[in-house]
Structure formats: C-alpha cells, structure tokens
C-alpha cells in the first residue's frame, strides 16, 4: 500500500510541475531549457508542435509531400531549434513568445526542402533528406534564415492591418474557410488577397 501511494504522489508531483511549466512564458522555459531542462524543452514542443503541423501541411505542395513529410519538417525545426537553444543562440524579449521565430524556421526548411526537391526531379536517384539538410553550412543557413525573416516581415508589415491578420493566419495553418469565419469575409475575398500576398513575397525573395 505504502509503495502505491508513493507511486501516486510522484504522479501527482509530476502532474502539478507540468502544469506549472505551461504557465510558464516563454521567456523562463528558455532560460530553464540552456540550464538543461528536459521539461521546458517538452513543454514547449507540446506548446508549439500542433501548430506547425499544419503550417507544414498547408505549406508543404502535394508534389512535395511525395519526398518532403511535413511531420519531418516539424521534427527538423525542433532539432534545430533545440540545439541552438541550448547554446544561448537565441533571446526571448520580455512578454515575446518563440511562435515567428519556429514559423521563420519552418518556411526556411520547407524552401530548402523544395529546392532539393525540383533539382531531385533531374535524377531521380536523389532523394531529400532533412536530416542531411539539418546540419548543413550554419553560416549559410543562419544568413538564409535571418533574410527570410526580413523579408516575410516587410512584406507582412506593408500590408493593411486586415490584411496582414489574414495571411498570418494562414501561415499558421488555418483553412480559407476558417479564415473567412473568424473575420467574416468571403472566401473568394481571402483568396485574392492570399494570393496577392503570395506574389509579393515570391517578387522579393526572387529580387
């Protein structure tokens, strides 16, 4: 008896120090993740994982997901992320949370990704591999992702405020249909400014 009610009250400690965590911004789980807190670092998968799976799944085009699997996209950021993490590469500003720095990552791995994808297509004994990806020139993987950031963020920050609610969250992985709920306007509406938005960030990343 003893023995279980032992068991139970380690459970329940856990359970209480989980819970605790999530409260936590995520500023301090970062602070606790480079003092190498396994925790944090769970909790700020568990924070943050579902919604860059359907980034990744809104993201990632149906030729691509023949080679690119989007759960592998997600893990790939992850591994990244942690790994620098640790190493006090980044800084969350006070009342800051990790979301556009993971969804900046993403959109570097899933631009990656395509690329070895469409020069794949020209011999098909190539196959892509994110893990090779991963762990490439980090000064040519820091620069690509600090231009990228720059650029969604002028083109996102260009656009009028409900515009800019639209497309951020589609970058988050929202259906057109949901978008056009929670703001009220119709699809064909979200669509074109979808789009629009599309084409000018495909004009400044290829400029």
Known sequence: MRNKETVGNNE???RLNREKLAELTDRSLMR??????DDAATTLYLRYAQRL?????????????????????VQSVFRTFFRRASSGQYEVAEKEDLWK????MSLNKIRTAGTHHRA?????????????????????????FHVLKL??????GNLPEDQRNIVWLRIEGHEVSEIAE??????????????????????????
Do not use: W, Y
Not at 151 to 156: N, R, S
């Open 12 to 14: 329940d400690l856990e």
């Open 32 to 37: 606790r993740l480079r003092e190498g807190s």
């Open 53 to 73: 799976r359907r980034l990744a799944n809104a993201q990632v085009s149906p030729h691509m997901a023949l080679r690119v699997d989007p759960e592998g996209v």
């Open 101 to 104: 720095l993971l969804l900046v």
């Open 120 to 144: 794949s297509k020209r011999d098909q004994g190539k196959t892509c591999s994110l893990s090779n990806i991963d762990d490439g020139n980090a000064a040519e993987n820091e620069e690509a």
């Open 151 to 156: 650029t969604i963020e002028e083109v996102v």
């Open 182 to 207: 929670k703001t009220g306007r119709a699809k064909r509406s979200i669509e074109r400014i979808l789009q629009a938005f599309r084409q000018k960030l495909n004009d400044q990343i290829v400029e």
